[in-house]
Each structure stands twice: as structure tokens, then as C-alpha cells.
């Protein structure tokens, strides 16, 4: 006899639910852990003068400062997302939270140039984690209104870029840079302190055959949300397997025990897959993608501050017409850090309008054109024209990028997938401090801008090649799942 008994995935329990109060908690919680990462960050724009100053280093020995901070990066956003995938997104949040918190406040007592290089890139190594926050947050949206919060979510980035914009021009010229590193490293503390009212994403418990464990908390979030879930039973159908392709294909329904057999086997084979069927082209080609936008959105800052730190060492050559000032460059950079604002609100706007692709192919041009006027000295005005505007729309890029990588790939891969995005996103991260910083410390202010254009493109001709529009697409939780989106 058939069985008639009515099912539902946690897609549908997500729409029924709705975006309500219980979301409210989580984006508050994933964007306190954005703060954090834009803070840590954006201390770097301000951390590297005073420190060289202090400590007489060379102009490689303060990029170094920037650059371990991103090498860091890399390998913790490809390790949390394999422990994320792998133990949960709970533990991997946890594990985030402790390595970050732990660095940035250390390493405000760094008592010399070795200790704090060490420590800055053991706490970019945390900060690697933010994919995580992404990828955690992204799960307990409904599909209807994905595009919409993972912006809003985006702000809290934003935020941090302001804070911390604000913090140095208040605390650097009176206290120093260690008290901004520990007053910067506050955000990191209390996610660390709220870290107990996580829940795990029902969608990764039901990956693991853990159907009971995600109705649990599906069913808190309705009662928090004031809604009701659908009728019928928690459907656990997610697999992830590399060599059960085959069996996925033309299976629906395992054991929880079978599933826990296959999703155990994972972490052996996260990277393969990554590059199987499908997912190989849309990998290669987001790998770009992420490099270009942290090359770019990074190189974008750096270059603000040292347009201006560098204005003295080529007085023939300055572009800024106004007599140079530790206060100055702290003005810049926070006017050019409220670019981010307008810049979300216009990602928000057309990103479920026009879609995920064609709202970074356009927001990469534009910010193509805001920069070409760099290629040549202009008057401090118009240069900070033209760093507002670049700043703006490669910020919309980088956002919905982070948007589109964990909708493509399935609930099994994805915050390896993201992580190892990521990853190679903080390459351009390493590389741009060395452009940003050592060329236009030697005056070559033109042949940086030149670099970062061409990386703009390509990485706007990239996303051209993306095969999938993910716009208001249910998200998959399995390997065959995604071979036919």
C-alpha cells in the first residue's frame, strides 16, 4: 500500500514560518560576528602608519601587518567551513568565535613587531569565519525574501566600516592604536558571551538524519514568529555523498542511519565534489569572482589612507591640493566608508529585481568607470569623488556575490563551498596591500589603479559566464540535487 502520509521540506517550513522575530535574533547575532570581521579589518587602515612609526619599519614590514591578517583569512575560511559542514554550524561558530576574540584583544599588548604579526593573522585566521555567519543566517531565510535580508544582512558590515572609521579619528590622535585595538575587538567578546543562544540550522540537522532536532527548532520559530509550520512531517532526504551519485539520482528516501553513513564520509571527499558535474565551471569562475571583489574593495581602502600618508614622501606628484594631516586621513576614509551605505541600499534594490548576475555585471562596471579618473593626479575633491564611488558599487558586488556562492551550491557543500571561495578571495586580500601600499608609497599611483582595473573587469566578465540565476530559487541540500538546478 502506498503511503499517503504528507511531507514537507524545510524550504516550506521556512516560507510558512515566515521572517519574523526569530530571524530577528539570528541576523542580529550573524551581523554582530560582520561587525567584528569589517572592524578588524578596517583597523588595518589606520593600524600600519602609527605602528611603523613607532617601531621604525619598513614600508614591506607594515604591509606585512595587512598581509598576514588576509594570509590568516585564507586558511580559516577554508577551515571553517569544513568543520561547518562537517560538526555543524554551532561548533563552528563557536570555534570562530573564541580563536578571534582571543587574538584581537592579545594582541593590543603585542610587545613588539614579531608578537603582533603572529597575533594578527592567528586572529585573521578567526576572522576567516565570516562565511560561516553567511552561510549559518542564509539557511533560516524563506526563499521568497532571500535576496532582500541577505542585504540587509550585508549592513552590518557597513556598520562596522563606520564604527571603526569613527573610532580611530576619535581614539588614534589622543590614545594610540593600542587602545583602538581593544576597543575594536569588543564586538568579537559578545559574540563570544551570546554564543549559547545559537540554534543549529535545521537544514544541516536534517542533512544529518536529525529530523527531530530541526522540528524542534522549526517549531520554536513558528512560536516565536506567531505562525504555524505545515501540516505533516519534516521530510529528511538530504545526502551528500560523492560515489552515491548514482543512488541520488534516482533516490528520495534513506534511513537517517544511511544518511549519517554517507554525510559521514564527506570530509574526504568536500573538495572533489566541489569540482564534480556541474559545480566545476561555477567554481573556477566565483574563485575570480571573490578574488576581484577583495583585491578591489580592499585595495579601494588601502588606498584611501595612503593617498593621503603618502602625500609629503611626493609633493610633485600629490593629488590632494590641501596640506596633509594624520586628521585628514581619517576624515577620507570615513567619508568614503559611508559610500558603503548608498551602495547596499542600490543592491538591495535591483537584487531581486533584475537578478543575482546581472546586478554585479552592472555594479563592476560602474565601479570601473568611478576609478578610471584615477589614472591620472586629480585635486582632493574629485579623488574623493571617485574612491566614494568605486567604493560604493564594488561594495554591491562583494555583497551579492555573497549572496549568489551559497545559493548555487547544495546544503552539503555549502560552507565549504563559500569558505574555499572565500579563501581564494583573500588572496587578492594578501596581494592588494602590496599594490595599494608599495606602489603608491613610491608614487607609482598609476600603475595601482591600472591593476585594479583590469581586475575589475575580469572579474565582471566572470560573472557573465556564471551558467545559473539563483533569484528567488529554493535552495538544494544535496550533490544531484544541483546538477539540475
Not at 538524519?209 to 516565536?224: C, D, F, H, M, P
Not at 594578501?430 to 585594479?452: E, K, M, N, R, W
Request: glycine share 8%; charged share 10%.
Amino acid at each position: 500500500m502506498t503511503d499517503q502520509t504528507t511531507t514537507y521540506t524545510t524550504d516550506e517550513a521556512l516560507i510558512a514560518i515566515g521572517f519574523g522575530k526569530f530571524q530577528g535574533w539570528l541576523i542580529v547575532y550573524a551581523g554582530l560576528g560582520s561587525i567584528a570581521e569589517a572592524m578588524e579589518v578596517m583597523i588595518l587602515s589606520f593600524i600600519g602608519p602609527s605602528v611603523r612609526s613607532e617601531w621604525n619599519l619598513s614600508s614591506t614590514e607594515e604591509s606585512l601587518i595587512t598581509t598576514v591578517v588576509f594570509a590568516g583569512m585564507l586558511i580559516g575560511a577554508c577551515s571553517w567551513g569544513f568543520i561547518s559542514d562537517n560538526f555543524g554550524r554551532r561548533k563552528g561558530l563557536l570555534s570562530i568565535a573564541i580563536v578571534t576574540s582571543g587574538a584581537s584583544v592579545l594582541s593590543a599588548f603585542s610587545p613588539n613587531y614579531v608578537s603582533l604579526v603572529i597575533l594578527r593573522c592567528i586572529g585573521g585566521i578567526g576572522l576567516g569565519g565570516g562565511p560561516t555567519y553567511n552561510s549559518w543566517f542564509l539557511e533560516f531565510v524563506p526563499a521568497p525574501s532571500r535576496g532582500i535580508w541577505m542585504v540587509i544582512f550585508a549592513t552590518f558590515w557597513t556598520v562596522g566600516t563606520i564604527v571603526e572609521a569613527s573610532l580611530a579619528w576619535i581614539i588614534m590622535p589622543r590614545y594610540g592604536w593600542r587602545w583602538l585595538l581593544v576597543v575594536s575587538s569588543i564586538p568579537t567578546v559578545a559574540a563570544l558571551m551570546f554564543y549559547t543562544l545559537v540554534p543549529e540550522s535545521p537544514r544541516y540537522l536534517c542533512l544529518k538524519g536529525q529530523t527531530t532536532e530541526a522540528y524542534n527548532i522549526l517549531k520554536r520559530a513558528s512560536v516565536v514568529n506567531q505562525s504555524q509550520l505545515p501540516y505533516g512531517i519534516l521530510r529528511s532526504d538530504q545526502i551528500s555523498c560523492s560515489d552515491d551519485l548514482d543512488t541520488l539520482e534516482n533516490t528520495r528516501l534513506l534511513s537517517p542511519k544511511r544518511i549519517n553513513q554517507i554525510a559521514s564520509k564527506t570530509s574526504f571527499s568536500s573538495l572533489w565534489m566541489l569540482f564534480s558535474s556541474n559545480l566545476s565551471k561555477t567554481t573556477f569562475l566565483l574563485w575570480i569572482v571573490f578574488f576581484g571583489n577583495s583585491f578591489s574593495y580592499y585595495g579601494i581602502i588601502l588606498l584611501t589612507s595612503e593617498l593621503s600618508n603618502r602625500q609629503n614622501l611626493c609633493t610633485s606628484f600629490t593629488i590632494f591640493t590641501v596640506n596633509g594631516s594624520e586628521d585628514s586621513t581619517y576624515r577620507d576614509v570615513f567619508i568614503t566608508s559611508l559610500a558603503e551605505v548608498p551602495g547596499l541600499v542600490f543592491a538591495a534594490f535591483i537584487v531581486d529585481r533584475i537578478g543575482r548576475k546581472h546586478s554585479m555585471e552592472l555594479m563592476f562596471f560602474i565601479g570601473f568607470i568611478f576609478l578610471l579618473p584615477l589614472l591620472s593626479f586629480q585635486s582632493e575633491i574629485f579623488t574623493i569623488i571617485s574612491l566614494f564611488g568605486s567604493r560604493m558599487f564594488i561594495i554591491g558586488t562583494f555583497t551579492v556575490a555573497n549572496i549568489y556562492a551559497p545559493e548555487i551550491y547544495p546544503t552539503a557543500l555549502r560552507a565549504t563551498g563559500v569558505g574555499i571561495a572565500s579563501s581564494v578571495g583573500r588572496v587578492g586580500g594578501i596581494i592588494s596591500p602590496l599594490v595599494a601600499v608599495q606602489l603608491v608609497g613610491d608614487c607609482h599611483q598609476t600603475a595601482a589603479v591600472v591593476l585594479f582595473e583590469v581586475v575589475i573587469i575580469l572579474s565582471g566578465l566572470c560573472v557573465m559566464f556564471l551558467s545559473h540565476e539563483t533569484m528567488a530559487q529554493e535552495l538544494v541540500d544535496t550533490v544531484s540535487e544541483s546538477v539540475s538546478p
